[in-house]
């Protein structure tokens, strides 16, 4: 008798745990899904840019190095499935390069998102883009990696995301007769608003 009431309280004890587990992962999968759509935005941000790279420390190892900021606008696109997809417009401005300069750019940035338990929206992705004029007319370019952090509305209509840790980026620009290598540092920042499910 001893023997069987031991063997029904680990039954129960176990089956209660399985149940906590099936439901923090049904909640954390709710999550992912319930910001999907399309959503427009505008953002604005800045990044300092060497082509030698950036110590410990987060300076430029050594000039040239150089400023920027930019703003921009277009529309995210998220899947229920946690990845998504986004194209942008950006105007940048660069004040601190020899001669300074302003350059148009678009660009589509495929991505991965997540949310935790407490809310937090953390997205990861990359760029693939295009300089459309200024003084690097006709070129292409990439980013292989950057992430934003926010929060959703409770009605998951608007979303705030940005840069809340300094990450060094490697940008790979293409231009007619020669490609270089450049690292960055940016700060961004982009309102959401959905426009479509």
């Known amino acids: 008798m001893k023997s069987s009431m031991k063997k029904l309280t680990v039954f129960v004890i176990v089956a ?16 992912v899904g319930e910001i ?3 959503y427009a935005f505008t953002g604005t941000g800045g990044c300092l840019l060497s ?22 606008s277009g529309v995210w696109t998220f ?18 390069a020899s001669p300074p300069g302003a350059s ?3 660009y589509t940035f495929p991505f991965t998102y997540s949310i935790a338990d407490d809310g937090t929206i953390t997205v990861v992705g990359e760029v ?12 292409t370019f990439t980013v292989d990696k950057w992430s934003v952090s ?14 809340v840790a300094p990450e060094i980026e490697t940008v790979n620009i293409s231009l007619p007769g020669y490609s270089m290598t450049v690292y960055e540092i940016c700060h961004r920042s982009d309102t959401l608003i959905r426009i479509h499910k």
């Open 36 to 38: 999907y759509g399309e």
């Open 104 to 106: 148009l750019y678009e």
């Open 79 to 96: 899947n229920r499935d946690g990845t998504g997809n986004g194209h942008a417009t950006q105007v940048g401005v660069t004040g601190t």
């Open 150 to 163: 926010g929060m959703a509305s409770p009605d998951h209509k608007t979303m705030t995301l940005a840069t």
């Open 128 to 139: 693939i883009g295009n300089i459309l004029a200024g003084s690097n007319v006709i070129g």
């Open 51 to 72: 082509p030698s790279g950036f110590n410990p420390n987060l300076t430029p190892k050594q000039p040239p190095f150089w400023t920027n900021s930019f703003s921009l």
């Open 16 to 31: 209660s745990i399985s149940m906590v587990i099936a439901a923090a992962m049904a909640s954390v999968g709710n999550k």
